[in-house]
């Protein structure tokens, strides 16, 4: 079985790995016979049933508190494997226990930790392998674990919030749309046979809600394949370069939602750049990392033009002033920054009071679309009690004015 261990040498250096034995003693014996002190041994699980690492989906959640983890382990003196090894024991997720040891051995064969963690792309991202990298060649692993901690918490917290801020809505849109499909194929049609047996002619809107009704009756299985398919359109159409490039050109353009969206953006880019720039990554790279770190294409193409002219000997806060996608405020933040020679950190201040923004913002742009659907929701089931008893009201009118 693989042992791992933890152990001192006779100058009382600390020192980690993993070795191969047939039972904790005989691994105790190996490591006192390459002259070190055994401190702590814990079997490594091999069990069949264990996912394999590169297949291990990702969850942001178990990245944050790896990444937390970690660089409290670092910031206390461990070392980078043995911090490794106790993140792993303490993890109650095999898969994921898996993962991090994959990463140990991979340490373990002489690759760098950031080798390590490109090799599974599906879990670490270009901006998780890039700062960690530049916190390599830096020497400050403790810090850009710090700074990723930052990020990755900040990330699942504005994923939750989002998720929240989303939930009640698209539930209530849900529930809305069962309850009109619900009255147009029960409701309606028990009015048929009373207009059939009273005789009066039936207003225009009645006579649509009836057609309606039968038509969803009769061809409902058709309409939820028309639905299927459309539905499996749009989705292959957006994975293609253009249909992606065209809905996020809608994201980004589309009011109320765009002045949000535009904003989640660009707090990410902020944060991004400021902690690489902190990092010693230069202003180049940084841009790079924040641009793999952006989902929508527009944002992507603007910071490989920025980053091109910035190269081209252009100062950044003229660059990002004459961008249409970078707000005003932020541009006139990073002006002010590189004169300053302080620019990672006005970028992270500047992120910091953007997230709490956009907090409230989402928020608050839920709090308008809840009465906006109940609204809606209302003129539509209105409408539909409407057409349905004014028949009745034209009959009640004329058997009053009958002599």
């Known amino acids: 079985m693989k042992v791992s261990y933890s152990a001192c040498s006779k100058s009382g250096d600390r020192t980690s790995g993993t070795i191969d034995a047939s039972s904790l003693e005989d691994a105790r014996q190996a490591i ?138 698209a539930l209530l849109v849900g529930v809305a749309m069962l309850t009109l499909v619900g009255m147009v194929m029960k409701v309606v049609p028990s009015f048929r046979n009373l207009f059939d047996s009273i005789g009066t002619p039936m207003p225009p809107s009645t006579q649509m809600m009836l057609a309606l009704s039968d038509f969803l009756s009769g061809y409902w299985w058709a309409v939820l394949i028309a639905a299927a398919a459309a539905a499996a359109a749009a989705t292959a159409y957006a994975r293609t370069p253009d249909g992606r490039r065209a809905i996020d050109g809608l994201l980004i353009n589309t009011p109320p939602f765009a002045h949000v969206i535009r904003s989640l953006i660009l707090a990410r880019v902020a944060r991004v750049i400021g902690s690489a720039m902190e990092s010693k990554v230069p202003l180049l790279e940084a841009l790079d990392i924040a ?69 409230t913002l989402v928020k608050s742009l839920t709090g308008i679309l809840e009465p906006v659907i109940l609204t809606v929701l209302g003129l539509v089931v209105g409408g539909i009690a409407m057409s349905l008893f004014l028949p009745l009201f034209d009959l009640t009118a004329s058997a009053g004015g009958a002599p």
Do not use: C
């Open 32 to 169: 006192r016979a390459q002259g070190l002190f055994p401190t702590e041994l814990a079997s490594v699980a091999q069990a069949t049933n264990t996912p394999t690492p590169n297949r291990v989906k990702n969850k942001p959640e178990r990245v944050a508190d790896f990444t937390r983890q970690l660089s409290l382990l670092l910031a206390a003196g461990t070392p980078l494997v043995a911090a490794l090894s106790a993140v792993a024991r303490q993890t109650k997720d095999a898969a994921w226990s898996a993962v991090i040891q994959s990463v140990t051995d991979d340490i373990h064969d002489g690759q760098p930790f950031s080798e390590a963690l490109a090799q599974k792309p599906a879990i670490f991202d270009h901006v998780y392998v890039g700062m960690i990298q530049a916190g390599e060649a830096a020497g400050d692993l403790t810090g850009a674990t710090t700074r990723l901690a930052t990020i990755t918490r900040q990330h699942v917290a504005l994923n939750k919030a989002l998720l929240s801020a989303v939930t009640y809505p």
């Open 291 to 359: 641009r793999r770190a952006t989902a929508n294409t527009h944002y992507q193409e603007e910071l490989a033009s920025i980053s091109h002219r910035v190269g081209e000997g252009q100062s950044i806060s003229d660059v990002v002033k004459a961008s249409p996608l970078i707000t005003p405020s932020l541009a006139e933040a990073m002006g002010n920054g590189e004169q300053s020679g302080r620019l990672a950190d006005v970028l992270l201040g500047v992120s910091d009071m953007m997230d709490e923004d956009n907090t």
